[in-house]
Nanobody, 117 residues
Framework: VQLQASGGGLVQAGGSLRLSCAAS????????MGWFRRTPGKEREFVAR????????TYADFVKGRFTISRDNAKDTVYLQMHSLKPEDTAIYYC???????????WGQGTQVTVSS
């Protein structure tokens, strides 16, 4: 399984970005997709997750109401729409895939998001 993340960039505080993550290979049919982020000097932290279908999305408290995760199963792609970005959202964002729904086994290469004040 390969994950290709894209969509990062530089944006001013209050702005928006949409990240995409395309999965290829033998993904299986009921996997969970998630987004994580890492800033220098901090541990990687969970941002959001999206079940294959029929379940509710889950968000970290610090992005609730600002970020929305969605997926297009036909394209094996997950998105992270980010609004009202803050400088503290600056990080490398990683997408990940969990075949089991618990352990994220596959990771994308990361995409840099920089929010200027």
């Amino acid at each position: 399984v390969q994950l290709q993340a894209s969509g990062g960039g530089l944006v001013q505080a209050g702005g928006s970005l949409r990240l995409s993550c395309a999965a290829s290979g033998r993904t299986g049919r009921s996997y969970v997709m998630g987004w994580f982020r890492r800033t220098p000097g901090k541990e990687r932290e969970f941002v959001a997750r999206e079940p294959w279908r029929g379940g509710s999305s889950t968000y970290a408290d610090f992005v609730k109401g600002r970020f929305t995760i969605s997926r297009d199963n036909a394209k094996d792609t997950v998105y992270l729409q980010m609004h009202s970005l803050k400088p503290e959202d600056t990080a490398i964002y990683y997408c990940a895939l969990s075949p089991s729904g618990t352990i994220y086994r596959y990771w994308g290469q990361g995409t840099q998001v920089t929010v200027s004040s």
